[in-house]
């Protein structure tokens, strides 16, 4: 692993990390501006957009610091069978499935307390159960890959994994909630 200190070295490994996350999350913003008529039809879903891609990104970025911290420590092996890779993705995805649904139904109150409620309350907790779940393991998926990566290219996860996790899991929480939502609305 790199263990330079510099401007110039860390620059040099994140401007071109940044720069791809930039293009993504313009393509995300795009995807977005497609679903506006969807958005503006059911406000529960507009205030579901930023909490379920912010949240995604959470759970992501909690579980890129402890593999990046058990990187540190020589106690994560990338292999399918380590219990500290498995054990924090397996938490990060019942977090997610117990948080998700409060998240629904957090987004219903607020918008029947602000008179915009067109949902039932069941079909907003359903929507942001099931793009919870999917986004959970993706973000695992995510974090896994880009850890892996970090450490195949010599970079420090703690520098290249979190902005990466946070981005991917931005683009993908808007992907994935409107794909919920074409199913389940």
């Given amino acids: 692993m790199t263990t330079e200190w510099s401007v110039r070295a860390i620059t040099r490994a994140m401007l071109p990390v940044l ?12 995807v977005l501006g497609s679903f506006e ?15 379920t891609i ?36 397996l938490a990060t995805v019942l977090l997610a ?14 918008t029947w307390v602000t008179g915009g409620a067109a949902l039932e309350l069941s079909t907003v907790v359903a929507v942001a159960f099931a793009s919870g779940a999917a986004l959970a393991v993706l973000a695992v998926c995510v974090t896994l890959t880009a850890t892996y990566a970090a450490y195949r290219f010599g970079l420090d996860p ?28």
């Fill in 19 to 30: 720069l791809a996350l930039t293009l993504l999350e313009i393509g995300s913003g795009l």
């Fill in 37 to 51: 008529a969807t958005l503006l039809q059911y406000p529960s879903l507009l205030v579901l957009v930023p909490v």
């Fill in 97 to 110: 499935v117990s948080v998700f649904p409060v998240i629904g139904a957090g987004a219903w109150s607020v």
């Fill in 158 to 185: 703690d520098d290249v994994v979190i902005p990466v996790v946070t981005n991917t899991c931005d683009v993908l929480g808007v992907l994935v909630l409107f794909a919920v939502v074409q199913v389940l609305v």
């Fill in 54 to 89: 912010g949240t995604a990104g959470n759970l992501g970025s909690i579980l890129a610091a402890r593999l990046s911290t058990a990187f540190h420590l020589g106690i994560l092996s990338f292999s399918p069978t380590d219990d500290t890779m498995g054990g924090n993705a």
